[in-house]
């Protein structure tokens, strides 16, 4: 397997995750052919640290670093609540309101753990309501959400959309079963339909501001075609990093579309 690399500065990497690759080896995780971080080690051909995480059932932008010191300061950012982080879901439903954030606290890993802050800002995007008939509805209405995490909690956004009754379509483990099989029988969709979409973050070295974009695969990008759904424009909103006047913003998205 190819990874697709978004962006190499030298010091940081992008790939853009396929759904239902392994990061790396984890207890949660059972054995795997392959994993990212080795993937990206032989293709890349030097040593690799990560980060952040992705979900196994996640796509979309993962970093990485040269060095453990690169991979420390980019940590220090995501642990300081600095990088802004967008991702694209389909729901279940229509989230209303249209805009808004679930402020819900979360366990982590194991769900008997203690509860933490946890914060999830939300968009409905665009809207479909498909003539398809499952339980007492003849119809399904469904939405593409736009998700900023403000906190990193585990399955966060899977778990904040589920707790506001609009679950992920394709999540086996918070979502719905009948709405999941729906969408494998009639939209040949087999994945979880969550992208890591786009990251901006402050470069550690450089102290440029980065905005980073990861294109979706062509089983989401069929969904969008087939809904008619378009994804909007890149914004910043104040509380971003670029909201600091000495960092220099790049001037547009980096993408490998």
């Given at each position: ?9 030298g ?17 949660y ?52 609540r ?17 805009e ?7 366990p982590?890993?194991?769900e008997?753990g ?9 968009q ?6 498909v003539p ?7 119809q399904?209405?469904?939405?593409l959400?736009?998700a ?22 394709g ?22 339909l ?15 501001l ?27 909103d104040?509380c971003?990093p670029?909201a ?14």
């Open positions: 397997m190819t990874l697709e690399i978004v962006y190499d500065d010091d940081l990497i992008a790939v853009n995750k396929p759904a239902g690759l392994v990061v790396h080896r984890s207890s995780v059972g054995p795997s052919e392959a994993y990212l971080v080795d993937l990206l080690r032989e293709q890349l051909g030097g040593p690799i640290s990560l980060a952040h995480r992705l979900d196994r059932a996640t796509s979309g932008l993962l970093l990485a670093c040269r060095s453990s010191a690169m991979a420390a300061a980019m940590g220090e950012q995501f642990m300081d600095e990088v802004r982080k967008q991702y694209l879901a389909v729901t279940r439903g229509w989230p209303d309101p249209a808004g954030e679930i402020d819900y606290p979360l982590g890993a194991r008997t203690p509860r933490r802050e946890a914060r999830t800002g939300y409905r995007l665009a809207e479909v309501e398809i008939a499952l339980g007492r509805y003849p399904q209405r469904y939405a959400v736009l900023s995490p403000h906190t990193g909690r585990f399955h966060q956004i899977r778990k904040h959309l589920a707790h506001i009754h609009h679950p992920i379509i999540d086996s483990q918070h979502g719905r079963g009948d709405h999941n099989r729906l969408y494998k029988q009639y939209f040949q969709c087999h994945r979880m969550l992208h890591a979409w786009r990251l901006q973050f402050r470069h550690p070295l450089q102290q440029q980065i905005q980073l974009e990861a294109p979706l695969d062509d089983e989401f990008s069929a969904l969008l075609q087939r809904f008619e759904w378009s994804l909007p424009a890149a914004t910043m104040p971003s670029s600091d006047p000495s960092i220099s913003p790049s001037p547009n998205w980096s993408s490998a579309s």
